[in-house]
């Protein structure tokens, strides 16, 4: 079967792509981080410890523990805005935006194809190093740290859910989840 996918990425894809690859490694769980929530928490709970501990004992130790408070009621305004993409995948969205090529690939017998409006790319199934998916993408792994992002919703031949399949059966290699 073939599969033919448009490359036509957006800055969620993008940001996506960077959580998946430098924030996490396939098949093994994310670190563990405090949520926006706890940080909120906590700051809350040291800057009110701060103010008594001020009041009641000394200046000193609760004005390290107001300084701590703030520092995370900071960390919790910062983590917790709307706009959360990495400055990467804005730099990088720019870029793509502004080479104006256009992408699809295409997983055929042969190989993967990738095509843009200057040239087009051959890859051997053993050449590529690995495919990657999470709930809204595929990521097609090629050698030196590259990769392609697959939306599953740009799918314009063949269905997302027997690309895991197809590909197992052309490289033996499984389809590895990440997040």
């Known amino acids: 079967m073939e599969f033919d996918i448009k490359l036509d990425y957006s800055l969620e894809d993008l940001d996506a792509y960077w959580k998946a690859f430098y924030q996490k490694q396939p098949g093994k769980p994310g670190q ?13 709970f040291f800057l009110a410890i701060g103010l008594l501990t001020a009041v009641w004992m000394s200046w000193l130790m609760g004005g390290l523990e107001i300084i701590l408070g703030l520092m995370l009621l900071y960390s919790w305004y910062w983590l917790s805005r709307p706009q959360s993409s990495s400055r990467w ?12 090529e256009l992408y699809n ?14 040239s ?4 051997d199934y053993d050449a590529l190093e690995a495919l990657w998916e999470d709930g809204e993408r595929f990521y097609l792994v090629r050698p030196g740290n590259g990769a392609f992002i697959l939306r ?22 499984p389809v590895e989840p990440v997040g």
């Not at 563990?32 to 809350?44: M, Y």
């Not at 690939?105 to 200057?118: A, M």
């Open 89 to 100: 995948a804005k730099r990088v969205w720019k870029k793509y935006q502004a080479s104006g």
């Open 152 to 173: 599953k919703n740009a799918f314009t031949q063949g269905r997302p859910e027997d690309l895991p399949a197809c590909w197992t059966a052309r490289t033996g290699k």
């Open 105 to 118: 690939c295409c997983f055929t017998e042969d190989g993967v194809w990738i095509h843009d409006s200057k």
């Open 32 to 44: 563990k981080r405090a949520s926006p929530r706890v940080h909120r928490n906590l700051g809350l």
């Open 120 to 123: 087009d790319h051959r890859y």
